[in-house]
């Protein structure tokens, strides 16, 4: 029997992936220009299924970038020119402030507690950008649509909102209404191999791109910006990785089937995870929780995956300041009902 990793990412990725890269070299993409109409034919195929399946707003602009962290990167040299506020309450929002600073952004912190709502009434009035990530994957929290909401309120009329939702795109309903900067790699709830990650602007966004007028980067948002729209990329792109995006969207159900898929697996999860106290959450205020990274407390994480392991499983390490204090579980669309079923099974005999 194979080994099922439950990973946070890179992640199992679908199961359909190997016999789509075998279709992928068949129909010669892989060896067309990125300027070439066949390339610009998948770019647009694909950006259509991100708009009928995730629910992309039409005037929302989709750019192919690399990686989550090159996002963060984008956004502190293109798009802010002194101030960025970030709310965070673990390792992944922490870095993206770090990286922030790094670039010479003045970076207001913001951090709250993994048990505590962010602080939408903390606004700095200076901040050019309020940054959220709404699933932090080291510790399993989640920011709620109706706290984005709060914050997307109260924030001043010249500020803008950018959201790393790289453990939440394709997993969890996102409206994308809210905020104007959105950013996920696909190695996550996308169940795709590493190596390419989506940028979705809002009109606010691309307008703070122009009036910048930032070109200094191989990476420039108006040079990502200016290739997107014509469906191209100024840089050679990961073809295999968007043709799968492409056909695993297509092949796959609508957001809001899966959204509700993976809540009905956690209740199948939490009566076990509350009558045998061994492995209590993390994060004991449940609607915080993300449905999509598990984080359980465990006094010896070690031993707990050496278990798994005999039973053909492999559990997430925890990560940052929960290292060495927690399990992480993912909870992502790729992975089958039935893998998750036996994980649960196998945790209730514990
Ligand atoms: C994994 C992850 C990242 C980093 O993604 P890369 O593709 O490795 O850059 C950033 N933010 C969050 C929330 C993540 O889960």
Not at 64 to 82: M, N, Y
Not at 106 to 117: E, H
Not at 210 to 228: D, G, K, T
Not at 294 to 313: F, G, N, R, Y
């Amino acid at each position: 029997m194979k080994v099922t990793s439950f990973y946070p990412g890179p992640a199992t990725i679908h199961s359909s992936i190997p016999s789509m890269v075998i279709d992928a070299y068949n129909t010669g993409i892989l060896s067309a220009n990125h300027r070439s109409p066949e390339f610009m034919e998948l770019s647009f195929a694909t950006k259509s299924q991100l708009r009928a399946r995730l629910k992309v707003p039409d005037d929302y602009v989709i750019i192919f970038i690399s990686s989550a962290t090159e996002a963060w990167e984008i956004l502190s040299q293109s798009l802010t020119s002194k101030t960025s506020q970030h709310f965070f309450n673990g390792a992944f929002g922490l870095k993206w402030a770090n990286v922030a600073e790094s670039l010479g952004i003045n970076v207001v912190k913001s951090p709250f507690d993994i048990n505590a709502s962010l602080p939408t009434g903390q606004i700095d009035s200076l901040s050019e950008w309020l940054c959220v990530t709404v699933c932090e994957t080291s510790n399993g929290t989640m920011v709620d649509q109706n706290v984005l909401q709060g914050l997307s309120k109260e924030r001043l009329p010249h500020q803008l909102i950018a959201v790393d939702a790289t453990s939440a795109l394709g997993g969890v309903i996102l409206n994308f209404q809210l905020a104007d900067y959105w950013f996920a790699s696909c190695q996550k709830c996308l169940g795709l191999p590493a190596g390419l990650a989506l940028l979705i602007v809002s009109p606010a966004a691309i307008e703070r791109g122009h009036l910048l007028a930032e070109r200094a980067h191989y990476n420039s948002f108006l040079n990502l910006f200016e290739h997107s729209i014509k469906e191209q990329t100024h840089y050679t792109p990961n073809v295999l990785n968007i043709y799968l995006l492409w056909r695993t969207l297509a092949a796959g159900p609508p957001i809001a089937t899966i959204d509700m898929r993976l809540r009905e697996r956690l209740v199948g999860l939490n009566p076990i995870t509350e009558s045998n106290g061994a492995l209590p959450w993390l994060v004991s205020n449940s609607s915080l929780r993300s449905p999509t990274v598990i984080t359980l407390k465990t006094s010896d994480p070690s031993v707990l995956k050496e278990k798994a392991l005999a039973q053909k499983m492999i559990l997430g390490n925890g990560y940052g300041t929960w290292k060495d204090t927690t399990v992480r579980i993912a909870n992502f669309p790729a992975m089958d009902d039935i893998q998750f079923q036996i994980f649960v099974e196998w945790l209730s005999t514990l």
